[in-house]
């Protein structure tokens, strides 16, 4: 087994394009400040040095530098284990590709890791991706998960969730496995104990950290290697789609997209775009329009019960609605029935294209908190989702009249507590 000593290649793969930076007087005083941070040994025992390069690729360089080794430094700790990663109950395309990164480097340190989650792709784009690249990702349930032997593991990992968004994370507590590492780029969502973290929200996309770990030297990509290009495609695919296409990318993203861009292989790329929608996934899309409600630039529609296999259509619902002219802020939500676990869940994924609207803060102020302090939801920049569990109420649905008077009261009180953020002034009530 071969390691990699990350910081050796790290003069060879600047993270900045720009060797010659112009002296900025505000830009120099930063530089005093975080030239102090980055102390990196490098293996031959010198200090690392990070001089020469401008303040913003410095300090985004830096923070890479430093996290790299510190991932390094724990795997090496680590050699010859297994390993649980776990995914949110239903992937995107930026944690699925991303947690193929963290394998990869893992198996330089003979570290076997499985890559689970607990609920569906239920995504056309996330099944092709899946299918087309061999993304080692297995779905695995909460009863499954139970069943097993989890002696067999000796941790687990976080990426591109913190634990709050996935059913398989309560029981490795239960079991007694640490948590090795957390790797994500949304809002930290509480206390987290944990040997390695990476967490940083002003990033779009975790595929973006782990680019650029890997530019740093985790695992140098190979171009022939057909795993190193496919998964260079993936990360590729979760940057932009996190990024909205890029068009909420930053200066770090574009940097990762462009490193990518020597790797991924653009023929395969489009193939997992060229996925179709199913006819059920667009049924959700027409009732999310036939539901709408604008007001004060917000729509909001709830699209009623949906198979725990559509689930995905809710964020596609909100996806579309937030084209709409006049539209800066999109909410759709449903009834997810697992018919597996006999559940019901509400379901709920926000979108906004207004720069002054956190989507975390949204929901978490819309919803609130459960009975043990948990929040229903969050999100990152420009989406956001939630999830209130129906308890008691679920199930039953066979009684139409039962399934329907359900379905009012959630939507009611969900437009309710919605609109309550939307029309601040507004008493949400309005008797007819
Ligand atoms: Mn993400």
Same mark, same amino acid.
């Given at each position: 087994m071969q390691f990699h000593s990350s910081l050796t290649q790290f003069e060879r793969l600047p993270l900045t394009t720009d060797p010659t930076p112009e002296p900025n007087p505000d830009e120099a005083e930063i530089d005093k400040e975080s030239l102090d941070v980055p102390q990196i040994r490098q293996s031959n025992g010198t200090l690392a040095s990070t001089e020469g390069v401008n303040s913003l690729g410095q300090r985004t360089n830096s923070v890479t530098l430093q996290k790299s080794e510190e991932l390094r430094q724990v795997m090496l700790a680590h050699r010859h284990e297994r390993q649980l990663v776990i995914l949110q109950d239903f992937p995107d395309p930026d944690a699925l590709s991303s947690a193929w990164a963290y394998q990869l480097i893992a198996q330089q340190y003979d570290i076997k890791c499985e890559i689970v989650y607990a609920g569906t792709l239920s995504h056309q784009e996330n099944i092709a991706l899946v299918?087309?690249? @061999? *993304? %080692? $990702? =297995?779905?695995?349930?909460?009863?499954?998960?139970k069943s097993k032997d989890l002696s067999f593991y000796q941790g687990y990992t976080l990426i591109d969730n913190q634990g709050t968004t996935s059913g398989l994370v309560p029981i490795v507590q239960q079991a007694g496995i640490p948590l090795m590492a957390v790797i994500d780029h949304h809002n930290l969502q509480g206390d987290l104990k944990s040997e390695f973290i990476d967490i940083r929200p002003t990033v779009r996309a975790?595929?973006? =950290?782990?680019?650029?770990?890997?530019? $740093? @030297?985790? *695992? &140098?990509l190979d171009n022939s290697i057909n795993q190193h290009v496919k998964c260079a495609t993936a990360l590729m695919h979760g940057l932009r789609s996190d990024t909205n296409l890029l068009m909420q990318a930053k200066e770090e993203d574009f940097m990762a997209a462009g490193y990518l861009s020597r790797f991924y292989d653009a023929q395969l790329l489009s193939a997992v775009l060229q996925a179709n929608r199913s006819k059920r996934v667009m049924d959700v899309i027409e009732r999310s329009l036939k539901n709408r409600i604008v007001q004060n630039n917000f729509s909001i529609a709830g699209v009623g019960y949906l198979r725990y296999d559509d689930r995905d259509a809710i964020p596609q619902a909100a996806d579309f609605l937030v084209t709409e002219e006049n539209v800066h802020t999109a909410v759709v939500y449903g009834i997810v029935h697992d018919e597996d676990e006999e559940l019901e869940v509400v379901v709920g994924s926000l979108r906004t294209t207004k720069l002054t609207l956190d989507p975390d803060e949204f929901i978490k102020e819309a919803f609130g908190q459960d009975s043990s302090g948990r929040f229903f939801g969050g999100g990152r920049t420009s989406a956001g989702g939630f999830e209130i569990?129906? @308890?008691f109420l679920s199930g039953s649905n066979e009684n139409s009249a039962y399934a329907k008077m359900k379905w009012e009261v959630f939507d009611?009180?969900?437009?309710?507590?919605?609109?309550?953020?939307? +029309? %601040?002034?507004? +008493? &949400? =009530?309005? %008797?007819?």
């Open positions: 299918k087309l690249t @061999g *993304l %080692p $990702a =297995i779905r695995c349930s909460v009863a499954a998960l975790t595929a973006t =950290i782990f680019t650029q770990y890997l530019q $740093a @030297g985790l *695992l &140098p569990p129906m @308890g009611t009180q969900i437009k309710q507590k919605l609109l309550r953020l939307v +029309n %601040p002034k507004d +008493n &949400p =009530i309005q %008797p007819e």
